[in-house]
């Protein structure tokens, strides 16, 4: 497994407030605010604040590149697609700088070896899926998340894409190292939203959450730490999650959306990145695939 990068994070405060003034006063005139000494514009805090990340990590998926991800077959939520791997029926392609994770209809049933948590096989099938991870490619402790995707065509029947954050030591397939030992969602395989579109709540929104653990194998709530924002799906949007301190804030375009208080303490473990595509229902597809498009993905981390 690669070194997981492990923050120090030390908020500067009088910046911080500053921040906090901004987004309190709405939209105020960078040359007329200052800091109360007179020596620091609203502007000059943004760029202090925006200064103190740095990129640790970014694929702009010029290629699919093996050092960054692997494909992930696993059969969870009674699913309906069968995860494939080595972009088989272009299920995860690279073309012009993007990735395209995508849900296809075969037309017909086929056999799907793919077994769930329990090892009951998946029964045969005629739709087939991507899903990549960065498991034991690229983990990290806190920071922020982001990438930058659309999905064309939100709410038909059945979509399920996702791009989310899984704790590293998450019992789950592919397990390729010791320590891969503990049962979701309970600390070291706890589970991070960024984007979740829910096809069955009608086009043009997606779900953001943390999962809250019951202290048990399996006992995660959905619901009580779940923000629902409308967005319009097909347009270019950066979706991500941030933290550093105590809370986590979920981000659209670099505006906070959502903040859930206190989980960022929840949240202790190095974390991988998931990007699926899955089907929820049987219901019959319109067209010949379903798209997630992913422009780029990118982890920072606080400047030491």
């Not at 911080?16 to 987004?23: E, F, P």
Request: charge should be negative; proline fraction near 7%; glycine fraction near 8%.
């Amino acid at each position: 497994m690669l070194t997981t990068t492990r923050m120090l994070l030390v908020p500067l405060v009088r910046v911080i407030a500053l921040s906090l003034l901004a987004a309190c006063a709405g939209r105020i005139d960078d040359s007329a605010a200052s800091d109360p000494a007179g020596s620091l514009t609203i502007g000059q805090a943004s760029q202090t604040l925006a200064a103190e990340w740095e990129v640790d990590f970014h694929d702009d998926f010029d290629r699919f590149d093996p050092a960054n991800w692997q494909d992930q077959r696993i059969w969870v939520n009674d699913e309906q697609q069968c995860y494939v791997p080595g972009n088989r029926h272009d299920t995860r392609e690279v073309r012009e700088g993007t990735l395209r994770i995508r849900v296809v209809d075969l037309g017909a049933p086929a056999e799907c070896d793919v077994p769930d948590k329990m090892g009951k096989q998946h029964p045969p099938t005629r739709w087939v899926a991507g899903r990549i991870t960065s498991k034991n490619r690229r983990e990290f402790v806190k920071g922020r998340w982001t990438a930058r995707l659309r999905v064309i065509g939100s709410g038909q029947p059945g979509m399920f894409p996702a791009w989310w954050l899984l704790g590293a030591r998450n019992n789950e397939p592919p397990v390729q190292e010791a320590d891969e030992t503990v049962c979701w969602p309970m600390t070291g395989s706890g589970e991070i939203d960024i984007f979740e579109h829910h096809s069955d709540g009608g086009p043009d929104h997606y779900a953001a959450r943390a999962i809250k653990s019951d202290g048990t194998c399996g006992g995660g709530d959905w619901q009580a730490l779940m923000h629902v924002q409308a967005a319009p799906l097909a347009e270019w949007h950066e979706y991500a999650v941030e933290w550093d301190g105590s809370d986590l804030r979920f981000l659209l375009d670099g505006k906070e959306i959502h903040r859930s208080a206190g989980q960022g303490d929840q949240f202790p473990e190095p974390m991988f990145a998931v990007l699926n595509f899955a089907k929820i229902n049987p219901a019959p597809m319109t067209v010949p695939s379903w798209t997630m498009e992913v422009d780029w993905v990118k982890h920072e981390r606080r400047r030491p």
